[in-house]
């Protein structure tokens, strides 16, 4: 069965009152005007003062946003709660903002999930926060439809596309067919895929990300963690969903952080692994992991949805430690999190909201690639955590290092892999 939710009660309010206007109070100005932030400014006073409402604070969110593409000196403003004395704003005349601010509220981006599910800890429940964040800044509407099956992806697709959702996200490498066909029949509406950089169409854009960059840093600590917890046979491993290239970039760059351990230190951290071919099989994970911690496994990645963090579970019944992926999973692994000593941060959530964001002011980059790096921010190794005091301060030194060094492209994370 599908699931199927929309998100916040702000928009669904909006949606009961509509049509009211929320110009109702008065007197608004009719042109449009430039404004300079104040101490003690707010989005909300600056709309009432010049706009006769509050409630229109967001037309002079999108307004100013999107001047400043074109002018520079105008602020982009990331977070509706955050502006600062000497920023540059574009405050709308009534008419427009009343247009703006309708826009807004009839504007609708719908998520598919992949199979791993919406509540998978990782992946998919952090790319609908970015719908969410996104909903609560603006003030749209956003819902997400959840597969259950790989069949369901352009039913599921079909069915957001059918009932005018502007912008639909498609979360995922293995929904990259199923967009292209639905893509070309709705060639009106914008399609955001994560994890898949091959479309060109002019309605799709590609979201995808450097996980290399950031997972080799993190399997070079676990490396130098595994060495603590295990001087005698140290062994790092991962227990991986469905053999695909977004699965595996995180994995070879893993490895190839362990080896540049090895090569500096003169050490022999051995790495191991298994693929069980399903993001959604926890309990798969959990045996393979026991095996693998049977076999010397002493640090395990679950890089896999659900399934991966059956490994991590596996990690901490056995007294062994965890790396988890996507998010930073100490705070989505609440009984595992003692053991986790990092995170590779893939920051969905971030890049779903910019494209949003993007899609919004006019610039949906169709055709195009939005690319997550370490340059940028958008990959990283995350917190250490409980696990703070116990890396030693030369591997945090080396770490920086080494992020350095992806950067400039004097250290090779081993992705792509050499044909």
Same mark, same amino acid.
Do not use: C, R
């Given at each position: 069965m599908r699931k199927w939710t929309l998100v916040s009660m702000l928009v669904l309010m909006s949606l009961l009152i509509a049509p009211v206007s929320v110009f109702a109070a008065g007197p608004p100005q009719q042109g449009e005007t430039e404004y300079t932030v104040q101490l003690d400014d707010n989005l909300w006073n600056i709309s009432e003062k010049y706009l006769g409402t509050g409630a229109a604070y967001r037309a002079i969110l999108l307004a100013t946003n999107i001047k400043s593409h074109e002018d520079d000196t105008f602020a982009y403003i990331k977070d509706k709660s955050l502006i600062y004395p000497g920023q540059k704003l574009l405050v709308p005349g009534a008419e427009e903002a009343e247009e703006i601010m309708a826009s807004l509220q009839n504007f609708k981006v719908g998520m598919v999930s992949d199979v791993g599910g919406?509540?998978? *800890?990782?992946?998919?429940?952090?790319?609908?926060?970015?719908?969410?964040?996104? =909903?609560?800044?603006?003030?749209?509407? *956003?819902?997400?439809?959840?597969?259950? %099956?790989?069949?369901?992806?352009? *039913?599921?697709?079909?069915?957001?596309?059918?009932?005018?959702?502007?912008?639909?996200?498609?979360?995922?490498? /293995? /929904?990259?067919? =199923?967009?292209?066909?639905?893509?070309?029949?709705?060639?009106?509406?914008?399609? %955001?895929?994560?994890?898949?950089?091959?479309?060109?169409?002019?309605?799709?854009?590609?979201?995808?990300?450097?996980?290399?960059?950031?997972?080799?840093?993190?399997?070079?600590?676990? *490396?130098?963690?595994?060495?603590? /917890?295990?001087?005698?046979?140290?062994?790092?491993?991962?227990?991986?969903?469905?053999?695909?290239?977004?699965?595996?970039?995180?994995?070879?760059?893993?490895? %190839?952080?362990?080896?540049?351990?090895?090569?500096?230190?003169?050490?022999?951290?051995?790495?191991?692994?298994?693929?069980?071919?399903?993001?959604?099989?926890?309990?798969?994970?959990?045996?393979?992991?026991?095996?693998?911690i049977d076999e010397g496994a002493d640090i395990i990645m679950g890089v896999g949805g659900k399934t991966g963090n059956g490994g991590i579970a596996a990690a901490k019944e056995r007294g062994k430690w965890g790396v988890g992926v996507d998010v930073d999973q100490y705070y989505t692994l609440p009984n595992e999190k003692d053991i986790l000593v990092t995170s590779t941060l893939k920051k969905l959530d971030a890049a779903v909201f910019g494209t949003i964001s993007d899609a919004l002011e006019g610039y949906f980059q169709g055709g195009g690639l939005y690319i997550a790096t370490l340059a940028n921010g958008g990959v990283d190794v995350g917190p250490f955590h409980d696990f703070e005091d116990m890396v030693p301060q030369n591997i945090k030194d080396d770490l920086v290092t080494i992020k350095k060094g992806i950067i400039a492209g004097t250290i090779s994370t081993g992705w792509p892999v050499a044909e």
């Open positions: 919406i509540d998978d *800890a990782s992946f998919n429940e952090n790319t609908w926060k970015g719908l969410q964040d996104a =909903a609560e800044q603006w003030g749209i509407q *956003a819902a997400f439809i959840e597969s259950q %099956a790989q069949a369901d992806y352009e *039913a599921n697709m079909t069915e957001f596309a059918e009932q005018g959702y502007d912008l639909i996200i498609p979360v995922g490498f /293995l /929904l990259g067919d =199923a967009t292209a066909k639905v893509a070309e029949q709705y060639p009106d509406t914008h399609f %955001a895929i994560v994890d898949v950089g091959w479309l060109e169409a002019p309605n799709i854009q590609g979201i995808v990300f450097n996980v290399d960059e950031a997972s080799f840093g993190v399997g070079y600590v676990a *490396a130098a963690m595994a060495d603590i /917890l295990d001087p005698a046979g140290p062994v790092v491993a991962y227990i991986g969903g469905m053999q695909i290239p977004p699965v595996e970039q995180f994995i070879v760059a893993y490895e %190839a952080g362990v080896n540049y351990y090895n090569e500096k230190y003169g050490k022999s951290v051995g790495f191991t692994g298994v693929y069980v071919g399903d993001f959604e099989a926890p309990d798969q994970g959990k045996t393979q992991a026991n095996s693998l």
